[in-house]
C-alpha cells in the first residue's frame, strides 16, 4: 500500500518536474524573443553604415554589432585551425596506434583537460601572453592571436575525443578488410577507417566550433574589448558576439542599446543551436561525455 | 618508402598526442610558478584560510570559495530533482514522441550560450526575486537558479543514458513478474543505474563549479562569504575575471592564480572519481 502511493507520487512528480524545465526553457525563450524579435534587421548588425561599404571595410560600422560577428568569426577560424589538425592527429593516435597503458594515461589527461573551467584556461592564455611581453617583445599582449591559442586549448579534448571514439567504434569487419587485402595500416586508417569515422568526427567539430563561437569566460582574458572595430591583425585587440552580449548586460546606457544586445543573443543563439544541431545531426547517439564542459 | 611513410605518420599522431598532453600539463605548471610568491612563507595558509582584507594585506580566497560552494551546491541541488523527473519520463514513462521531443529539446538546451542565460537571467529573474523574494536581487538564489538551467542537460543525458543502456533481459523480467512502468523503473533500471547516474551528477557539479559568467552576471559579486541564499557572493570563476591586472607583481593579482589552482583541483577531483565510478562499473557488469 505504501509502495502503491509511492510509486505513484514518484509518476505524479516525475511529469510535474519535466513539465517544469519544459515551461522555464519555453518562458525564457519566448521572452528571448519577444524582446529581440523587433531589434532584427539590417540597423542592427550594421547601424548607420551602407552594408556594402562596412563588408568591403571601408567604412567603420559604430552603432552595430559587425565587428563583434567578424571578431567572433575570425576566432573560430583560427581556433579550428590550429586545434583540428593536433586534435585529429592525437585523436587517431588514440585510437589506432597507442598502447594500453599509454591510452589509460592520455585517456586520462584529456578528461581533466576537459573538465577544466574555461576561465583558468583564459587564465593561462593571459599568463602567456604576459609572458611573450616581458621576454620577447612589447608588441605581444592579449589579442586575436591569444584568444584563439586559448580557446583551441579549450576544445581541443572535444575533437580528440569525439576522433577516438568514432574510430574505436567502427566494427572488425570495417577494421579488418583492407588489412586481409593487404593494405598497410596508414592506408587502412587513411582509406578506410576515417572515411567510415567522418560522421563522428566531423559532429565533433561541429560541437568545439559551436564552444569557441559561443565562449566568453576565455576571451575575456586575453584580448576581447568593448570597441575595437573590425580586427586588423593577429596581433590587435578584438570585439566579440558573446562578450558584446556580456557588456551590454552591465553597460548599457539606453533601451536602444539594451535592445541591440537581446537582438545580438538571437543572433549567437541561432548560431550555436545551429551548429549544435548540426553536430547531433551528424551523429545521433553522440557520446555525452563530448558535452561535459565548464 | 612505404615503411618510412608509415614511421613519419606514426610520428606526427605520437607528437601530436604529446604535445596535448604537455599543454595540459603547462596549465598547471604555469599557475604554479606564477603564484609562487603567494606559497613562500607564512603567506601560504592565509592565502587558503584567511580573509580578504586588502588593506591589512591579507588576501584570502575563502571567501570565493566558499561563495563557489554555495553557488554550485544550490544548482545541483535544485538540478536533481528536475534531471530526475526528465530523465525518468524520457526513459520510461512518456510515450514515443514525447520521449523524442524531450530528447530533443534537452539536446537544444546545450546549445544555448552561457551568456545567454545570463543575460535573460539579468532582466528576467533578478527583478522577480527582488520583488518577490526580497534581498538585492543578485545573490546566491538567482544565479543557483540558472545555473541549474544550465547544467540539467548534462544531469538528463547521463540518467537517461545509463538507465537506457541497463540490460534490458532484467526489464523484461520484471515485466514478465508483472512489475508495472514505475516498478520496473525504481526497483531494477535505477538500482542498476545509479553507478552512471552518479557520474551523471558529479560532471554536472564539475561544470557547476567551473562556469564564470552566470555566477558574474548574477552573483553580486560581492567579496564577503555568504550566510544565506539571499546574500550576494563572488565564485572562485568570478574573482579570476574581476581582478584587474593594475600590477602584474601585487599579491592582490597573484591571489587569482590561488584561484586557479584551487579550481583546478576541484574539477581535476571531480573528473577522477568519475573515472574510478567507471572502471568500477565496467569491473562488476
Known sequence: MIHGIAEKAIAVFSWV???????????????LFFRGFPSLGKELIFGQ?????????????????????????????LSATLALPVGVCSGIY??????????KLLGMLFDILAGIPSIVIGLFGFSLAVFLHNHF???????????????????LPYIVRSTQTSLEELPVSIRKTALALGASKLQNTVYVLIPNALSGISSGIFLAIGRCAEDTAVILLTGVVATAGVPSSLLSQYEALPFFIYYISNQYSNQAELSRGYGACLILLGICAALFLLAYGMKKHLSYRTLYRA | MSASKEYIARSVFLFCAM???????????????????????????SVWTGPWAPHQGFYGILPMISGTLWIALLAVILCLPLSLGTAFVITSLGGPQIRRMLGALVRFMTGIPTVIYGFVGIFLLVPIIREGVGGPGMCVLTAGIILALLVSPTMILFFSDSLQSVDPAYVQAAK??????????????????????????????????GDTLIALMLAGNAIRAPHGFLEPARTLTAHIALVKAADFNSLEFRSIFACGIALYL??????????????KRRGEP
Open chain 2, 19 to 45: 604535445a596535448s598532453a604537455v599543454i595540459i600539463s603547462s596549465i598547471l605548471l604555469f599557475m604554479i610558478v606564477l603564484g609562487l610568491p603567494l606559497f613562500k612563507g607564512s603567506a601560504f595558509l
Open chain 1, 49 to 77: 553604415a551602407d552594408p556594402l561599404k562596412a563588408v568591403m571595410g571601408s567604412i567603420r560600422v559604430f552603432e552595430g554589432i559587425f565587428p563583434a560577428i567578424v571578431g567572433t568569426i575570425c576566432l573560430v577560424v
Open chain 1, 137 to 155: 617583445s612589447d608588441h605581444f599582449g592579449p589579442c586575436l592571436l591569444i584568444s584563439a591559442l586559448s580557446l583551441a586549448v579549450l576544445v
Open chain 1, 17 to 31: 518536474l519535466t513539465l517544469a524545465l519544459c515551461l522555464s526553457v519555453a518562458f525564457f525563450l519566448g521572452y
Open chain 2, 176 to 209: 514478465a513478474l508483472g512489475a508495472d512502468r514505475v516498478q520496473r523503473l525504481m526497483y531494477v533500471m535505477v538500482p542498476k543505474a545509479i553507478g552512471g547516474m552518479a557520474s551523471g551528477f558529479i560532471l554536472a557539479l564539475g561544470r557547476a563549479l
Open chain 1, 94 to 103: 588514440l585510437a589506432e596506434y597507442a598502447g594500453p597503458g599509454m591510452k
Open chain 2, 266 to 279: 576541484l574539477t581535476t577531483a571531480a573528473t577522477v572519481t568519475v573515472r574510478l565510478i567507471e572502471r
